[in-house]
C-alpha cells in the first residue's frame, strides 16, 4: 500500500466511509444511505438507511493506532452471532505498508458457517480494491458487483 502506516489505519478506519461500497455491501442496499466508524474501543461500525434506521455491523474491539484493529463483524445478524476481523499494518518502508486482514471465529455461526465464510471471502478482495485505488489517490474508485454480504 502505498501510504506510511498511520495514513493507511486512518484511510482504513476513520475514512472508511469514503471507499465503502455502500450500495452493493451493506444491510440496506439500496436504501443505505451512509456508513459511519466510532472509532475506539466498543465503538460502532454502521450504517444508516434513507430512512433514518440504522443497522449495526459491528463494534472495535482492540484499536491500536497505526497496529492493528480488531473488530466484531454482524451486518444484519446479532451481535451474538459475530465473527472476528483483525486488519493488521505493518511498515515496509518511510510511504509504504503491508495490510493484512483476517477474518476468523467462523464456528460461531454454527450450519452456516461454511456457506456465509465463502460469501465474505470472495467479498474482501473487491472491497479491499477500493481502499487501495483510495490509497494511490484514485478518486474514480472500482466498482463492487454482486449481491450484498449480508446473508439473508
Not at 70 to 89: D, I, K, L, Q, Y
Amino acid at each position: 500500500m502505498p501510504l506510511a502506516r498511520d495514513a493507511a489505519f486512518d484511510l482504513f478506519v476513520r475514512r472508511l466511509p469514503e471507499w465503502w461500497p455502500l450500495r452493493t455491501r451493506s444491510v440496506g442496499l439500496e436504501r443505505a444511505l451512509s456508513c459511519h466508524v466510532e472509532a475506539r474501543v466498543g465503538g460502532r461500525l454502521y450504517e444508516r438507511s434513507d430512512t433514518g434506521d440504522e443497522s449495526d455491523w459491528g463494534r472495535f474491539r482492540v484499536l491500536e493506532a497505526p497496529a492493528r484493529a480488531v473488530f466484531s463483524w454482524h451486518p444484519g445478524a446479532p451481535e451474538t452471532a459475530a465473527t472476528e476481523v483483525e486488519v493488521r499494518f505493518t511498515s515496509t518502508g518511510d510511504t509504504s505498508t503491508r495490510v493484512e486482514l483476517e477474518h476468523r471465529q467462523w464456528e460461531r455461526l454454527g450450519a452456516r458457517a461454511s456457506f456465509v465464510r465463502g460469501l465474505f471471502e470472495g467479498g474482501w478482495g473487491p472491497v479491499l480494491s477500493r481502499f487501495e485505488a483510495l490509497a494511490r489517490g484514485e478518486h474514480d474508485l472500482p466498482p463492487v458487483e454482486g449481491p450484498g454480504c449480508v446473508p439473508r
